[in-house]
């Protein structure tokens, strides 16, 4: 991996106004921005890391721990929200055991709130892994969940 991040920091000019997209590769590589790779990249530009992890959690964008195998992204979009979205993140909460933003300790799922996924008309909808589950109710969550948990074995 770090040979990796020595890649996108060598094809990409050493200014600041390139730590944006230095930090969408390094995610799009690896997954995630990890303490090490936002420390690299702060010493390669000569950055405090404070000021790397300032940038980064200004944007919902970028993600601090890997997802899971299945990352479940809940819309909360008008038209989701006045659907029933908030009771829709309880129960997948409720059923992993997570809350959004968090990752299973087996790694199969991890949850975060999108602001909006672009499929209204499908409201209340969730995206796994680019596979929409639409007009969801709650007794759905448990469904959904354990038929990506039966994929994973």
Do not use: W
């Not at 944006?20 to 890391?49: C, D, H, W, Y």
């Not at 195998?69 to 909360?76: E, F, G, M, T, V």
Request: with cysteine; aromatic share 8%; hydrophobic share 35%.
């Amino acid at each position: 991996m770090l040979q990796n991040k020595a890649k996108i920091l060598d094809k990409n000019q050493i200014s600041r106004d390139n730590l944006i997209p230095i930090l969408q590769e390094i995610q799009e590589r690896e997954g995630f921005l990890s303490k090490k790779a936002i420390t690299e990249v702060g010493q390669k530009m000569n950055l405090p890391t404070s000021k790397i992890y300032g940038v980064a959690t200004f944007y919902n964008q970028f993600r601090f721990e890997p997802t899971g195998k299945y990352h479940i992204q809940l819309c909360r979009g008008t038209a989701c929200h006045v659907l029933g979205s908030a009771t829709i993140l309880d129960e997948f909460e409720k059923q992993l055991k997570i809350k959004a933003g968090q990752t299973t300790s087996d790694g199969i799922f991890s949850l975060e709130i999108v602001a909006c996924i672009g499929a209204c008309g499908l409201a209340p909808v969730i995206s796994v892994n680019g596979e929409f589950h639409a007009k969801l109710e709650i007794n759905s969550v448990k469904e959904i969940i354990n038929s990506y948990r039966n994929k994973s074995i």
